[in-house]
């Protein structure tokens, strides 16, 4: 049983580049076509063209030999000193790969970039983050200066770390929350929910809170409450948990 699995791990893990030659002169391609010839002919893959150890060019190829033959006489004459090849196993990721080679890496020889076809763009989605991030702390501060509230030293020491985050923010950072979760609160029969942002905010009835005991007090009568025992979250088999244990 174990021998198939193995067998199987090997095989979901073949390769991408199956060979590859890296910073040869250029001198040596022109001189010596027949004997690169016999090792590239016909392979595809992606190479490099340097101009000492200046990144120049990135391009694909079917036909590796025949591409940097081209370049010996073409736009590209002179301009470069070195070049490097790598053989792909498999053509269908040529395009792909060399897109992404030349996004990263920019060459100037390069006048197009290409495109990521089939890739979606995250930007519009870390705007709205961050847009949502930056009204829950507009509201915090906006509340505070239409409501002041003293503290004493002693319990602003227990609301914001020593690098001025917030309780929650931490836990954030590290994975055990995430940016939009929600968490709940079972009073009195009812349940309330509220949503927790990356800055270590949470949001609870349109109002931005800095920690869960202040989201407490905006729905019990009387009193206070211990926040990280009133909030929970929501497990993955779906039991609710205090916050608290999250601290642990």
């Given at each position: 049983?174990?021998?198939?699995?193995?067998?199987?791990?090997?095989?979901?893990?073949?390769?991408?580049?199956?060979?590859?030659?890296?910073?040869?002169?250029?001198?040596?391609?022109?001189?010596?076509?027949?004997?690169?010839?016999?090792?590239?002919?016909?392979?595809?893959?992606?190479?490099?063209?340097?101009?000492?150890?200046?990144?120049?060019?990135?391009?694909?190829?079917?036909?590796?030999?025949?591409?940097?033959?081209?370049?010996?006489?073409?736009?590209?004459?002179?301009?470069?000193?070195?070049?490097?090849?790598?053989?792909?196993?498999?053509?269908?990721?040529?395009?792909?790969?060399?897109?992404?080679?030349?996004?990263?890496?920019?060459?100037?020889?390069?006048?197009?970039?290409?495109?990521?076809?089939?890739?979606?763009?995250?930007?519009?989605?870390?705007?709205?983050?961050?847009?949502?991030?930056?009204?829950?702390?507009?509201?915090?501060?906006?509340?505070?200066?239409?409501?002041?509230?003293?503290?004493?030293?002693?319990?602003?020491?227990?609301?914001?770390?020593?690098?001025?985050?917030?309780?929650?923010?931490?836990?954030?950072?590290?994975?055990?929350?995430?940016?939009?979760?929600?968490?709940?609160?079972?009073?009195?029969?009812?349940?309330?929910?509220?949503?927790?942002?990356?800055?270590?905010?949470?949001?609870?009835?349109?109002?931005?809170?800095?920690?869960?005991?202040?989201?407490?007090?905006?729905?019990?009568?009387?009193?206070?409450?211990?926040?990280?025992?009133?909030?929970?979250?929501?497990?993955?088999?779906?039991?609710?948990?205090p916050l608290s244990e999250l601290r642990k």
């Amino acid at each position: 049983m174990m021998r198939m699995r193995n067998k199987k791990t090997k095989q979901l893990s073949r390769p991408i580049v199956v060979g590859h030659l890296e910073k040869i002169n250029s001198k040596i391609f022109d001189q010596n076509k027949s004997l690169i010839t016999e090792m590239i002919k016909g392979r595809h893959g992606i190479y490099a063209l340097y101009r000492r150890e200046k990144l120049y060019y990135v391009g694909l190829a079917i036909d590796l030999r025949k591409r940097l033959n081209q370049h010996l006489t073409d736009r590209h004459k002179g301009k470069w000193t070195h070049f490097s090849l790598y053989i792909l196993r498999k053509a269908e990721h040529l395009r792909e790969t060399e897109t992404l080679l030349l996004r990263i890496a920019d060459p100037t020889g390069n006048a197009v970039k290409g495109k990521l076809r089939r890739s979606k763009n995250l930007l519009p989605e870390l705007k709205a983050l961050l847009t949502e991030d930056f009204k829950s702390r507009m509201d915090v501060i906006l509340s505070r200066k239409n409501k002041v509230v003293k503290r004493s030293k002693k319990s602003k020491k227990k609301a914001i770390s020593k690098h001025g985050e917030l309780p929650l923010r931490s836990l954030l950072q590290k994975g055990s929350l995430r940016h939009g979760q929600g968490i709940y609160a079972d009073y009195k029969g009812k349940i309330y929910k509220a949503v927790v942002y990356y800055s270590g905010i949470i949001k609870f009835d349109g109002k931005a809170y800095e920690t869960p005991s202040a989201a407490a007090k905006a729905i019990i009568d009387r009193g206070a409450r211990n926040g990280w025992q009133f909030w929970k979250y929501k497990k993955k088999s779906g039991d609710l948990v205090p916050l608290s244990e999250l601290r642990k």
